[in-house]
């Protein structure tokens, strides 16, 4: 299975508009736009899972850059989600820092 992220979309952009645009490409297991917890409004972005790596290559090669709803898709395979615990927030034993110079 292949996971392929799609940037730059329309807020007018439908789940529906975008499984027909990958369609073409082969078989479409699903897709979601993501949208914001509080507002549910779209932020402009996606995900389409298709079912076969080879036909999920065709599609991120046919369709990275093309226009959908007066929007150029920035479509590629998708990075699995970072570990909040790689490289982000570190802990400083309990020592308090000092807004003071």
């Given amino acids: 299975m ?6 730059n979309l329309s807020f007018s ?10 369609e073409a490409h082969g078989t479409v297991d699903r897709v979601s736009i993501v949208t914001d917890r509080e507002t549910g ?4 972005f996606g995900f389409v899972e298709m079912q076969n790596d080879a036909e999920g290559d065709r ?19 998708a990075r699995p989600k970072e570990d909040p615990g790689a490289g982000g927030y570190r802990s400083h034993g309990g020592q308090q820092r000092s807004n003071r110079w």
Wanted: charge should be positive.
């Fill in 2 to 7: 292949k996971n392929i992220f799609v940037g």
């Fill in 13 to 22: 952009s439908t789940e529906d508009g975008i499984r027909s645009l990958f």
């Fill in 59 to 77: 599609a991120i090669a046919a369709l990275n850059g093309r226009e959908l709803d007066r929007r150029a898709l920035n479509v590629n395979e």
């Fill in 41 to 44: 409004q779209a932020r402009g």
